[in-house]
């Protein structure tokens, strides 16, 4: 049995205590810790104490508690995706995107009519409360299970000039840049990542453990004029997914000469 002797209260000395075992690898990542009979034994305290402090574990991310089978250190392997985010356009003029046959889709896409945001309008280069067409889609691996949840954010007044597109403004992103492109459109990309905590219906949605963060990625489809044209947004569990960028030099504009 270890005592526990250290200034602070009980639960949270119980809590470091354990921390310590988790990191010195005692407690392997991915392991079952042991019963709460086992860790009040081990430390000399009560059930509450002990369940008190795996709850402030469970908040700092270290424990996953599963109901039905008990806490488990929280694994520190590599994410089991990797997402590739580039764009293709193939000879015949279509786009691709690698992962592109990674995912399935879990359910019908949702479009609806939405309005700007302070943050979307932002990005799309207009004001708040402009109106949008929105597609939502939830989208799944299925070979490991992870979910992402992929939006779609079109201004109508893209979509009123672009043939075809307010007519199916719930199309793959793919489809999209190739109804751009079909409307006169030159198009490029800005894209950013962020890391959050998820709201709850998007930790529910996502199916992520506690204290897990989300990769929240934006990508905005610009034309030539750098008119902002579609925003999409991405989200996955941080815990499932690394994101992967090829990177190229810009080529160096020709300097002009007098003559």
């Known amino acids: 049995m270890s005592e526990i002797q250290r200034p602070g209260a009980l639960y949270q000395q119980v809590a470091a205590a354990i921390r310590e075992a988790i990191l010195s690898d005692e407690f392997a990542p991915g392991s079952l810790l042991p019963s709460e009979s086992q860790l009040m034994n081990r430390y000399g305290v009560s059930r509450p104490t002990v369940r008190n402090a795996i709850a402030a574990l469970r908040a700092e991310g270290l424990i996953d508690v599963r109901h039905g089978k008990g806490s488990f250190v929280r694994s520190d392997g590599q994410p089991v995706l990797t997402l590739e985010r ?52 939830l989208l799944t691996d299925p070979a490991t299970g ?87 947004e991405l989200s996955i569990g941080a815990d499932r997914a690394e994101i992967a960028y090829r990177i190229t030099a810009d080529k160096q504009p020709a300097r002009r000469t007098r003559t």
């Open 86 to 137: 580039r764009i293709t356009r193939t000879p015949g003029g279509t786009f691709t995107m690698p992962n592109g046959d990674l995912w399935k889709e879990a359910e019908e896409p949702s479009t609806y009519r939405a309005r700007t945001t302070k943050a979307t309008g932002r990005l799309l280069q207009l004001d708040e409360e402009e109106a949008l067409f929105g597609c939502d889609r």
């Open 146 to 232: 992870t979910r992402a949840m992929h939006r779609t954010l079109i201004p109508f007044e893209v979509a009123e000039i672009v043939p075809g597109l307010a007519s199916d403004p719930g199309a793959p992103p793919a489809a999209i840049y190739q109804l751009l492109v079909q409307g006169g459109h030159t198009l490029s990309w800005a894209e950013t990542v962020r890391a959050r905590m998820p709201l709850p219906d998007e930790r529910s949605t996502l199916q992520l453990p506690d204290a897990t963060p989300i990769l929240h990625l934006t990508r905005v489809t610009h034309g030539a004029d750098d008119r902002a044209l579609i925003l999409e």
